[in-house]
């Protein structure tokens, strides 16, 4: 599955984002999506250091990192095989690069490249 992730920036805090992640090739076969984040400092290339932000399957059903509930919002369009995240009440602390993922039974299985969210204060 190839991702490309979209629609990051740099916003004040308090503002909001809304990220894209277009999905392409055997998507029939991924059930969950996900998106993750890296914070400054961390390596990039470390996949293990990328923390969970929120997941949906394709039944809609979704879960979200403590730190992001009630302000993130995922969802996804199966007929543009695109799943969003709805970033709002931003913080200084969602700096990241944020990066989408296709899910596997163990965990993320294919990676977009990621994009970048700097959050001002």
């Known amino acids: 599955v190839q991702l490309v992730e979209s629609g990051g920036g740099l916003v004040q805090a308090g503002g909001s984002l809304r990220l894209s992640c277009a999905a392409s090739?055997?998507?029939?076969?991924?059930?969950?999506m996900g998106w993750y984040r890296q914070a400054p400092g961390k390596q990039r290339e470390l996949v293990k250091q990328?923390?969970?932000?929120?997941?949906?399957?394709?039944?809609?059903?979704?879960n979200y990192a403590d730190s992001v509930k009630g302000r993130f919002t995922i969802s996804r369009d199966g007929a543009k095989n695109t799943v969003y995240l709805q970033m709002n009440s931003l913080k200084p602390e969602d700096t990241a690069v944020y990066y989408c993922?296709?899910?596997?039974?163990?965990?993320?299985?294919?990676w977009g490249q990621g994009t970048q969210v700097t959050v001002s204060s």
């Open positions: 090739g055997s998507i029939f076969s991924i059930n969950t």
């Open positions: 993922a296709a899910e596997g039974a163990y965990g993320p299985i294919d």
């Open positions: 990328r923390d969970l932000v929120a997941t949906i399957t394709s039944g809609g059903s979704t």
